[in-house]
């Protein structure tokens, strides 16, 4: 199993550009969330999903959108890149409640 | 608000010392994970504590669960350098039927030789 994958590992953003960020898993698992992660700091949830055609938001939605139209992927809409939205990107999974959240190894956006 | 606090937020120590990482919360938990972060990689998981009392150990780590005092200790006995990472709490709260974690700031763990 490659577990959680995740593309770009790196992109650079203009101001107002709009792009979406990649994250598969191969674990049939029904869990998937979205993070960031600011410098120095803890992981804020952006957006989850309990499983395909569900989606809810985490705790800092504004500016992003996701979708889940497959058990396999969870991509991650920026509209409207904004400074404030470098950062990097961790996609994680989990088969069930309170089980182990799996990551995925990030990408790393800079907005400009 | 559910908080998760950690600290220290820095540490660094000398190969060989022990030492103790603290991650309080201010709600009632269902479980608590404990997850390592080397420099500009992923989250590893390294324990789940799924009850009051629990301990769990690995090498040279150990972690437990106080949730009456809604506190985790992640102990480190006689560091060596290749435990240098930030370790991260991470708390799922009672009743959080959607699985959604709670984590802390971290704690930047620097082991010198």
């Known amino acids: 199993n490659a577990g959680v994958t995740q593309t770009p590992k790196f992109r650079i953003l203009k101001i107002g550009q709009s792009m979406t960020l990649q994250c598969t898993q191969d674990m049939n698992h029904n869990y998937m969330y979205w993070y960031r992660q600011d410098p120095g700091m803890g992981l804020k949830l952006i957006y989850y999903s309990v499983g395909a055609g569900i989606t809810d938001k985490g705790e800092v939605p504004n500016g992003y959108n996701v979708s889940r139209s497959t058990t396999e992927d969870f991509p991650l809409r920026l509209e409207l890149a904004a400074p404030s939205q470098t950062s990097v990107y961790f996609c994680?999974?989990?088969?069930?409640?309170?089980?182990?959240?799996?990551f995925g190894p990030g990408t790393r956006l800079l907005v400009l | 608000e559910l908080k998760v606090e950690q600290n220290p937020l820095f540490l660094s120590m000398q190969e060989g010392k022990n030492y103790t990482i603290y991650c309080n919360y201010s709600t009632t938990s269902d479980r608590l994970y404990w997850y390592r972060q080397d420099p500009g990689k992923s989250l590893e998981s390294l324990f789940v504590l799924l009850s009051n009392g629990a301990v769990k150990q690995e090498g040279r780590l150990m972690a437990s669960l106080d949730t009456k005092a809604r506190l985790s200790t992640l102990h480190i006995t006689a560091a060596v350098h290749d435990l240098s990472a930030t370790y991260f709490c991470a708390v799922l709260p009672y009743g959080g039927a959607t699985n959604k974690l709670i984590f802390g700031t971290g704690t930047l763990l620097a082991v010198q030789p």
């Open positions: 994680a999974s989990t088969q069930g409640w309170g089980e182990t959240q799996y």
